[in-house]
């Protein structure tokens, strides 16, 4: 069973930035691929970026130039995700997952909030 160790969250300005991160501390079998999705109140879980082990990555349209996922390469099942220019919509619960041999698992989500 995997385990995310989410962090980063937090509530910032509009315009600000803020940097949020996604461990699997003690995985021992491949993750194909680690990203983040965001779900607004109300409104349905969506992809913000993802990454894969070949650091082939894919971002949602929100996310499109004000976003960038990045791997740790020393701690190849640590993600991040650098947010920019954030904006009063982007709040949201920040979900960290990763795709293995097991399937899919969610982190428990980080409240990400903007204020205007």
């Known amino acids: 069973q995997v385990q995310l160790v989410e962090s980063g969250g937090g509530l910032v300005q509009a315009g600000g930035s803020l940097r949020l991160s996604c461990a699997a501390p003690g995985t021992i079998f491949s993750i194909y691929a680690m990203g983040w999705y965001r779900q607004a109140p109300g409104k349905q879980r969506v992809l913000v970026a993802s990454?894969?082990?070949?650091?082939?990555?894919?971002y949602g349209d929100s996310a499109k130039g004000r976003c960038t996922i990045s791997r740790d390469n020393a701690k190849k099942n640590t993600v991040y995700l650098q947010m920019n220019s954030l904006k009063p919509e982007d709040t949201a619960v920040y979900y960290c997952?990763?795709?293995?041999?097991?399937?899919?698992?969610w982190g428990q989500g980080t409240q990400v909030t903007v204020s205007s």
């Open positions: 997952y990763t795709d293995g041999p097991y399937g899919r698992t």
């Open positions: 990454i894969t082990d070949t650091a082939s990555t894919n």
